[in-house]
């Protein structure tokens, strides 16, 4: 039997078109080479998402997204790109920094974080490389200790997408470096609250929430 080429379903080809055109519209190549040679965060593009419910495309209804998933996430990060690659990062990145949260953060945290970013009142980054740790992750030195009321965490962090325009962050640390993969957590960090880990992968225990 012949293999059939693959084909996006109907409502998928119909989201695309949505995006198309509201990027196409919204932001267009002049707006797209502006931002390229500005090299700033655009948020008046970021608006444009809010407005038009993408900022929440790929993240589930129950915590506030609006819904769809990998397939439709796909869909909009290309014909964002279409128009410009840079935007794209907008939902990309908070997306990457989501993820830790979604696959094992609590039921309030994954509430705050995916209906903040669909409204627009959040925007994420994903804190993983160091200065002495990029590929080789697990040779991360950022450290965290508990104290009296949460977490510390002490380290320095470095290429980090959107750092300075976020207000939410997935923040990896480790224990002890010698414990490389096992000592390693993910916290979610506000940027005008103290961390709260988000995953509890350490010492080979599951994760929780
Ligand atoms: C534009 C940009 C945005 C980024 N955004 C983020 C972000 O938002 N958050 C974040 O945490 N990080 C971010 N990063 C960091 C990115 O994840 C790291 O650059 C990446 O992990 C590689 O690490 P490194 O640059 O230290 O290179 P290294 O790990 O030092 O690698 C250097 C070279 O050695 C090669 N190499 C490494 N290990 C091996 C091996 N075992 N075998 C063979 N070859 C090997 C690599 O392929 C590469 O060519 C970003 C980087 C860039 C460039």
Redesign the pocket.
């Known amino acids: 039997m012949a293999d059939e080429p693959f084909a996006l379903p109907a409502e998928l080809e119909e989201f695309r078109a949505l995006v198309r055109e509201v990027v196409e519209e919204k932001i267009g190549l002049a707006r797209a080479a502006e931002i390229d040679d500005e090299d700033e965060f655009p948020w008046d593009v970021h608006k444009i998402f809010v407005e038009h419910e993408l900022m929440g495309v790929g993240y589930p209804e129950e915590f506030g997204g609006h819904g769809g998933g990998s397939l439709s996430f796909a869909v909009l990060i290309e014909e964002i790109s279409r128009i410009s690659a840079g935007c794209s990062l907008m939902v990309l ?1 908070s997306r ?1 920094g989501a993820i830790p949260v979604m696959l094992a953060g609590s039921d309030d945290q994954r509430r705050e974080l995916i209906a903040g970013i669909a409204s627009g009142a959040h925007q994420m ?5 160091e200065p002495g ?5 697990v040779a991360m030195q950022t450290r965290y200790e508990r104290t009296d009321d949460g977490w510390r965490l002490s380290g320095t ?1 470095r ?4 750092a300075g325009t976020s207000d939410a962050y997935t923040v990896f640390a480790t224990k002890d470096p010698a414990l490389r993969a096992k000592g390693i957590s993910a916290f979610l960090v506000f940027r005008d609250r103290p961390p709260r880990r988000s995953t509890s992968r350490t010492h080979g225990s599951r994760p929780t929430g």
């Open positions: 990145v990457l980054s994903y804190c993983l490389t740790s990029g590929s080789d992750s962090k290429f980090i997408t959107g």
